[in-house]
């Protein structure tokens, strides 16, 4: 019962390196979330998704990419990576409708450099 | 846009006492309201769930209420301890764009 797993958990690219961070949920939720944590500015949300194949932009979406090509996974992508971009990422899960809690990842810590 | 806002921001209180942690929200389009517990460099716990059609929850010594016709949840914590000291987060899913926007958090310190 692994719940929402976020690969990797501890990142440092230097300026203008890409990466790509994995989100995995095994319990069929159909909506996603990125959001970024820093200190002073609570969670924003990058982009989230409300089902397989769309997604959308969020509170602070300049600089990441994402795609949803399988219900399970939520991909955010760096094409080009900013000091601003330091900070821990977290991804949740939310079934349709709200009935039940979202679910969080652990947080992948990013250093850009 | 819903805004989230939480107060106090940081409070700390001696063991055992009774406290109260606020959040205030902008739209009152919500699904429903949860309440978090975030612990230094890790990631969030959700401790309740409010219903847009709920009033309250309860789950041990905590106790969640919401108010949407002012906008207004309060996360109600019994005979506080050490290990109550974390970051308490509330977040809403709003209805019209299935966003979950949380609030900025309250940090508490539960002392000896």
């Known amino acids: 019962n692994a719940g929402v797993t976020q690969t990797p958990k501890f990142r440092v690219l230097k300026t203008g390196q890409s990466m790509t961070l994995l989100c995995a949920q095994d319990?069929?939720?159909?909506?996603m979330y990125w959001y970024r944590q820093d200190p002073g500015m609570g969670l924003r949300l990058i982009h989230y998704?409300?089902?397989?194949?769309?997604?959308a932009k969020g509170e602070v979406p300049d600089g990441y990419n994402v795609s949803r090509l399988k219900k399970q996974n939520f991909l955010l992508g760096l094409e080009s990576a900013a000091p601003s971009q330091t900070s821990v990422y977290f991804c949740?899960?939310?079934?349709?409708?709200?009935?039940?809690?979202?679910?969080f990842g652990q947080g992948t810590r990013l250093t850009v450099v | 846009k819903q805004e989230v806002t939480q107060i106090p921001a940081a409070l700390s209180v001696p063991e055992g006492e009774n406290l109260v942690l606020n959040c205030s929200f902008t739209?009152?389009?919500?699904?429903?309201l949860q309440w978090f517990r975030q612990d230094p460099g890790k990631g969030l716990t959700s401790l309740l769930l409010?219903?847009?059609?709920?009033r309250e929850q309860t789950s041990g010594r905590l106790n969640a209420s919401l108010d949407k016709s002012s906008g207004r949840s309060t996360l109600y914590i019994a005979a506080s301890q050490p290990g109550d000291s974390a970051t308490y987060l509330c977040?809403?899913?709003?209805?019209?764009?299935?966003?979950?926007?949380f609030g900025t958090g309250t940090r508490l310190q539960v002392t000896l």
């Open positions: 739209d009152s389009a919500i699904y429903n």
């Open positions: 977040a809403l899913l709003t209805g019209t764009a299935s966003k979950l926007t």
């Open positions: 409010i219903q847009s059609s709920q």
């Open positions: 949740a899960s939310y079934r349709q409708g709200g009935w039940t809690e979202a679910f």
């Open positions: 319990m069929n939720h159909e909506y």
């Open positions: 998704s409300v089902g397989e194949g769309t997604t």
